[in-house]
């Protein structure tokens, strides 16, 4: 892969599935246009695969959803450049679409009632006079905003408190019908979930309502037809997401438990609640081991099916969709049942009867649609054929041990030919993240330029037990950096890699670990290239949007143990020539943790650069302007071949 091959990503996103009807949206980067393209598509479910058929064709849909009754098709239309994300509608028979909302910010997904009519959606509403709801009054021209809280903004979304989600009903089927407002903006609300009788809605909140600042949610629930307000129904032991509500009254959702600030590296689980509307809040059984099953919320809401809950789990690198069977309590990972993602990674899925549907990821593919009805499952789409055509590179499953005897597990994409190849260490972000199973664009472009490029877990990453993530709780830049160089080491022990060519790189904890290793190990590197890293814990505790916490949750409170785990306090040790690079819009790193450092090399005579984007925020190579992400890669390949040849 090249990285005008980027215009070859087409990425399925979710999957909706009603009896012989299967849908999902295909995304696709357009160097051209320099936007994203999207559009909804069918998947024959035929005994033997058939094309999937274009079912839409706006510039950019996205998230289909079926009404109950297999009638309709919900989902999410941009209709013009610039233009936001609105709720539309159309017969799954075919039709035009119609567009069921025009509200200033767009809208979130829909959640169909049990009626197959109304169509409950999270939509962020703007202060009056506040982004661009005032003709002829700019940002430049608008009031200015006040604060009472540590969470005032969010990276690629911007100010919150001025615009905060509430929550909609409004009956689609009606031309006539205007969204009913449920929530007054107070409060922030997410994941709506219908009760099987469609009088409620569940949503997530922050405790009391957000009274004070708080990492802490609980599950309210609220009427649907705006006659009452949000009640607390349950309470968590720490963060909820995606509640689903069970035929007989229970609730099932996502959780993590932990106190005050103490949210990072915490496995979540799934939960079970008695649902008592009106009643006394009620609180949940955690039904998989908190130590060994880490549920990933990101691939959509647990899915009850005859037998138990299906739920996907991260494993060591891959995204399995696993089985939580009935009557389970603290059920360890080895009592979960496979069911799909074994070396892939699914992003989304969904089940109708005995039918399972899934986007699984693999190493040559961003995505494709599988099914499962018995114990084969049957890929029924190649969205990735044109990008296989331009050559994947092989990725390796490595292992190597730590210098304390800790395992540490990891892969290596190798380019063509013999070498030995410079190689390339590449850290990834989080810290609570992980390399794995799944299609890696970044690894391809690197390996087709020529370099072998090792990616790590060390100790901090997901996927290998709480107490794996955790261990670089206060400890910072110690077993963690232990654990990157002993992967190293493991791929340098090939005469394939070439151990006098080696460069560093990251971004965001693989920025804050390459600064850092550049410091304390750069006589190993030939060069480095940080990107979007946090390299002061101090000021990120007040310039990052989520540094309030995360600085103290992952360092301590103490201001010196913060300093001795920052990158920055280390730059004097750096002479290896250096890249700082960032985006001018970044509020999870701002934009100051990449002055500091750049600055703090250059007056230490360090060959630094300083390569800003503008535009862009912390998500610049996954999901930045198509142009500026073909830029970067075109610069991280002149860097390296600057210093590694």
């Not at 009626?115 to 002829?136: C, K, L, M, N, Q």
């Not at 309470?235 to 996502?254: F, K, M």
């Not at 103490?262 to 649902?275: E, I, Q």
């Amino acid at each position: 892969m090249r990285p005008d091959d980027l215009a070859l990503l087409h990425t399925p996103g979710t999957v909706a599935l009603h009896g012989d009807l299967l849908l999902t949206d295909v995304a696709r980067p357009d160097l051209t246009a320099n936007a994203y393209r999207s559009a909804l598509w069918r998947v024959p479910l035929t005994d033997t695969p058939e094309s999937p058929r274009r079912l839409t064709f706006g510039t950019r849909d996205s998230a289909p959803r079926i009404s109950p009754d297999g009638e309709w098709v919900a989902f999410l239309r941009v209709a013009e450049e610039g233009g936001k994300p609105q709720l539309h509608v159309m017969p799954t028979s075919g039709g035009e679409a119609r567009a069921v909302t025009a509200l200033p910010l767009g809208t979130e997904a829909a959640v169909w009632a049990p009626d197959s009519r109304r169509i409950a959606f999270v939509a962020r509403i703007p202060e009056e006079g506040r982004y661009g709801t005032e003709e002829g009054v700019t940002a430049a021209k608008e009031a200015p905003r006040r604060f009472t809280g540590f969470q005032y903004r969010f990276d690629n979304i911007g100010f919150i408190s001025d615009r905060r989600p509430r929550l909609f009903v409004v009956d689609a089927l009606d031309f006539d019908a205007e969204p009913v407002q449920l929530t007054d903006g107070t409060t922030r609300v997410s994941s709506p979930a219908w009760t099987p009788d469609g009088t409620h809605l569940l949503v997530v909140s922050d405790r009391d309502l957000d009274v004070w600042d708080t990492l802490h949610e609980d599950l309210y629930a609220i009427p649907a037809d705006g006659s009452g307000a949000l009640t607390l129904a349950v309470r968590s032991n720490g963060a909820v997401e995606h509640p689903v509500v069970l035929p007989d009254g229970d609730v099932l959702y996502y959780g993590a438990e932990f106190e005050g600030i103490h949210a990072v590296a915490r496995n979540s689980g799934l939960f079970r609640a008695p649902l008592r509307i009106g009643g006394e809040p009620t609180t949940g059984t955690r039904l998989t081991d908190t130590e060994t099953v880490d549920c990933e919320s990101g691939s959509g809401a647990p899915v009850p099916v005859p037998g138990g809950v299906l739920v996907v789990v991260r494993v060591r690198g891959a995204n399995e969709l696993r089985l939580v069977p009935d009557g389970a309590e603290n059920a360890v990972l080895d009592e979960l049942k496979p069911v799909l993602g074994e070396r892939g990674v699914v992003n989304a899925f969904t089940a109708d009867g005995s039918r399972i549907a899934a986007v699984v990821s693999t190493v040559d593919s961003p995505g494709e649609v599988v099914t499962l009805e018995t114990e084969n499952p049957l890929v029924r789409t190649d969205f990735a054929a044109e990008l296989r055509a331009t050559g994947v590179r092989e990725t390796i499953e490595i292992t190597g041990t730590a210098p304390d005897g800790y395992p540490v597990h990891g892969w290596l994409v190798l380019p063509e030919g013999e070498g030995p190849h410079p190689v390339l260490l590449n850290v990834h972000g989080g810290p609570f993240r992980y390399y794995g199973w799944g299609f890696f664009d970044e690894a391809q472009v690197y390996a087709e330029a020529g370099y072998a490029v090792v990616l790590p877990n060390p100790r901090g990453s997901a996927g290998y037990g709480e107490k794996h993530g955790r261990a670089i709780i206060g400890a910072m830049g110690t077993v963690d950096a232990d654990d990157v160089l002993a992967l190293l080491d493991a791929a340098l022990e090939r005469p394939d890699c070439d151990a006098d060519r080696v460069g560093v790189m990251g971004g965001s904890y693989g920025g804050f670990m390459t600064s850092w290793l550049a410091a304390h190990h750069g006589e190993r590197f030939k060069a480095a290239w940080s990107e979007r890293a946090v390299n002061a814990w101090d000021s990120f505790t007040g310039s990052s949007d989520i540094g309030w916490y995360f600085a103290e949750a992952y360092c301590g409170a103490d201001l010196e143990a913060q300093r001795q785990q920052s990158p920055l306090y280390h730059a004097d040790k750096v002479t290896i020539p250096f890249a700082v690079v960032h985006s001018e819009e970044d509020w999870r790193c701002p934009i100051e943790q990449a002055q500091r450092q750049f600055v703090a090399l250059r007056r230490n005579g360090v060959a630094a650069e300083f390569l800003l984007f503008p535009g862009e925020g912390h998500e610049l190579s996954r999901s930045g302007l198509p142009l500026h992400r073909k830029q970067r890669f075109d610069a991280v390949l002149e860097w390296w071949s600057r210093h590694l040849g």
